[in-house]
């Protein structure tokens, strides 16, 4: 969506006549449906003077197209000035210029990463240059009126207030090869900027252009296609076994007809491949050219999705990473706006009054903004109130919207060493359902243990890391969280405390909480639920806390509603012992399925450990 488009003539004028900020934010207005922020306006008014001065300057043809607040499809970011043109040889061509007020900033050891004034902070943010290139690349990937046409595409970033330093952090050593790709103005470099410019677009005729980019089909490019074909081939982690197979190739075969309107949905409990085949699916489906979005509520889970399948430099991954999106991003998409959206994890989607969601159901939204939705689901992974996605509410929505419905079940189980045996038998020991392995399991394909305390539990995950095992700790969200404003931006306060043993360790830091199940130094802190659901490792270690405890008496498990920790999770449920008991039993089922070859337990309720390990030693499987 562009919010304002011009010539340069009339961009210019505007600019004279002091309207320019007043026609873009009634623009914006008629475009989003509400007002720009104070910050905002001050933004154009003050951005847009220095830009008419450059295009003035450059001395380009009037009519060269201008685009201002570009909405990138299927994103939340918005491109600031945009201008169209051909060069001297005719050539099509635009530029992108990511626009800065920064005054000050500072380099730090990260790939394409500085440090900057930002929200009242110094901040790390993206490089200035990295922000303009990655514009520039997903549209060169995923508009087909730029990528099936000779058009070339240019990106710069221009921070009009800047005063160069010297040494200036921003031009060090590891921004050389990211600067060149989209190269960085400084205030006093005005005339450079100005000669680039005229370069590219200098002889005008970009109104065309402008068009064209923004009615292209947003489709993906044979450059998009082959990079990420390229990062399936030889990755183990993707290869799909059995019903898997049958799976995958029941998607793509419905999703590429496109003649109607459909859902699919695949059911599957913890280890049953839901992941793998939905990865999968969306190789395939690009292969086919068709615009798909990967998408999963838990952010930590796409982060880390991305990074298995991308384990390159940070340019591999944002390209990698375009793919992806949050469950929240479709409110006000379009109908139909996407071929086909892979949603895993669904059973985590959420309805209206959900943490930083302005929409009313978001199985809605996503089976209106699609031909074709894949929904991946096990039902008895809900952990929250607002969890609203299950296999009855994406039937009735598909239902109401039209769309031919489909259904499929994953039975096979390929984590915890294949030990089917053993999932049912944490859903007997839970007491969430009765099964027929209350007795046990095959034990030599699953190693299961009870510690006597959280210092052995931490020794066992750490000596299985050290021989080259994936293996995190993990633990029920019984314990506060303290936030970054309260010092604790990477896991310096120790949360987690059992007093009664001296045991101290922070939960997963907020630095690295998206990449914390693959981070070096996640072996040093806690896991939750909200880091792991939909992950794997080899082996976890889960402390049991007091937020589920066992009654002798009565032989029941049950839960208090002050020692569980999590607000949002524990929201309306003060008076609702039962639902919150069942909430609570099902995240640690999770937890206890996150290991494929191993699961090591400390219950901090003695009289928990004391049942768990009677029903241990009732197992008669060997």
């Known amino acids: 969506m562009i919010i304002y488009s011009s010539s340069v003539a009339d961009f210019k004028e505007a600019v004279d006549d002091n309207k320019i900020t007043n026609r873009i934010e009634a623009a914006f207005v008629e475009k989003l449906g509400r007002k720009p922020a104070i910050s905002e306006r001050r933004s154009w008014n003050n951005s847009m003077q220095f830009m008419e001065r450059i295009i003035r300057n450059s001395k380009v043809a009037d009519d060269c197209g201008v685009l201002i607040e570009y909405n990138i499809p299927a994103t939340s970011k918005r491109i600031d000035f945009l201008i169209a043109g051909q060069d001297d040889k005719q050539n099509q061509n635009f530029i992108i210029v990511e626009l800065k007020q920064w005054e000050e900033a500072w380099s730090t050891d990260k790939e394409d990463i500085v440090k900057t004034s930002l929200n009242g902070g110094v901040r790390e943010t993206t490089h200035p240059s990295y922000q303009a290139w990655s514009y520039r690349q997903y549209i060169v990937d995923m508009n087909a009126a730029v990528h099936s046409q000779d058009v070339n595409a240019h990106s710069v970033a221009f921070l009009h207030n800047y005063q160069e330093k010297n040494p200036e952090p921003l031009k060090s050593k590891q921004y050389e090869k990211m600067i060149a790709e989209a190269p960085l103005f400084l205030s006093h470099e005005t005339k450079k900027l100005q000669e680039f410019i005229f370069k590219y677009v200098g002889k005008g005729k970009g109104m065309e252009l402008l068009y064209n980019i923004e009615n292209g089909k947003i489709t993906p490019s044979k450059a998009l296609i082959d990079h990420i074909s390229a990062l399936f081939d030889g990755n183990s982690d993707f290869v799909l076994l059995d019903e898997q197979k049958v799976a995958y190739e029941t998607i793509v075969t419905l999703a590429k007809k496109q003649d109607k309107k459909r859902t699919i949905v695949i059911k599957g409990g913890p280890g049953t491949g839901k992941s793998v085949i939905s990865m999968n699916s969306l190789g395939g489906l690009l292969r086919n050219s068709l615009n798909v979005k990967f998408v999963a509520p838990n952010s930590s889970f796409r982060n880390v ?19 992806f999106l949050g469950s929240g991003s479709f409110v006000e998409a379009d109908d139909d706006a996407f071929d086909v959206l892979i949603v895993d994890e669904a059973h985590r989607l959420k309805g209206k009054g959900a943490y930083m969601y302005k929409g009313e159901n978001q199985i809605e939204d996503i089976i209106k903004s699609t031909k074709t939705s894949v929904f991946f689901i096990d039902d008895m992974q809900r952990i929250r109130p607002d969890d609203i996605g299950t296999v009855d509410e994406i039937k009735r929505m598909s239902k109401e919207l039209g769309a031919e ?58 000596d299985k890391q050290a021989n080259g095992h994936k293996a ?113 039993k099902n995240i640690y089922k999770i937890l206890m399925s996150r290991g494929m070859k191993g699961c090591y337990i400390y219950c901090r309720d003695q009289a928990l450990q004391a049942y768990i390990q009677t029903r241990l030693a009732k197992t008669t499987l060997k």
């Open 472 to 584: 995190r700790l993990l633990a029920g969200y019984a314990w506060s969280w303290t936030g970054p404003k309260q010092g604790n931006t990477n896991g310096q306060i120790e949360d987690v405390i059992l007093e009664e043993h001296g045991f101290k360790m922070p939960w997963n830091g907020y630095a690295i909480r998206e990449s914390w199940a693959i981070h070096p130094d996640g072996i040093d802190q806690i896991g939750c639920v909200h880091t792991t659901q939909g992950l794997e490792f080899e082996y976890v270690g889960v402390i049991i806390g007091n937020d589920l405890r066992y009654d002798a008496e009565t032989g029941t498990l049950f839960s208090d509603f002050k020692d569980y920790k999590d607000i949002t999770g524990k929201k309306g449920l003060k008076n609702d012992p039962a639902r919150l008991n069942a909430l609570i």
């Open 305 to 323: 999705m991305v990074e298995m399948l991308s384990k390159q430099s940070s340019r591999s991954k944002t390209r990698t990473k375009s793919l």
């Open 405 to 462: 419905y489909h259904e499929y079940s994953l039975h096979a189980q390929f984590r915890c060493a294949g030990a089917e045996g053993y999932l049912n038998w944490v859903d007997d020991v839970l007491n969430i359902r009765q099964t027929g392995n209350f007795n046990g399991w095959d034990k030599e394909v699953f190693d299961f243990r009870i510690v006597d305390s959280p210092h052995r539990l931490y020794e066992l995950i750490k």
